[in-house]
């Protein structure tokens, strides 16, 4: 059993940034990061395997965001910039062990969430 446990979120004005943090307690295949905003569908927003390679990131997200990891540390990052309010959500930190599935989706363990708030 992987435990993960967000830090970082807040609430920020329109432009403004923020940077998560997860925490993992073990070694998995990749660590990701998603989203939900009240009465919508929970939605990829960007992943990173530890072996290396480039990251993965959600079209929404694209040029603003930014994943990155701590191998010695078994923590990842998620660097938000130009914060709009729709990326107002709960966000969650995910990881899976293996390949099955893509990288988008089949995520094993998650952790609690933490609110990002983005005010226009």
């Known amino acids: 059993q992987v435990q993960l446990v967000e830090s970082g979120g807040g609430s920020v004005q329109a432009g403004g940034s923020l940077r998560l943090s997860c925490a993992t307690s073990g070694r998995t295949y990749a660590t990701g990061w998603f989203r939900q905003a009240p009465g919508k569908e929970r939605e990829f927003v960007a992943a990173i395997t530890w072996s290396g390679g480039s990251p993965y990131y959600g079209e929404s997200v694209k040029g603003r965001f930014t994943i990155s990891k701590d191998n010695a540390k078994n923590t990842v990052a998620l660097q938000m910039i130009s914060l709009k309010p729709e990326d107002t959500a709960v966000y969650f930190c995910?990881?899976?062990?293996?390949?099955?599935?893509?990288?988008?989706?089949?995520?094993?363990?998650w952790g609690q969430g933490t609110q990002v708030t983005v005010s226009s």
């Open positions: 995910a990881a899976k062990r293996g390949l099955a599935l893509g990288i988008r989706r089949g995520y094993d363990y």
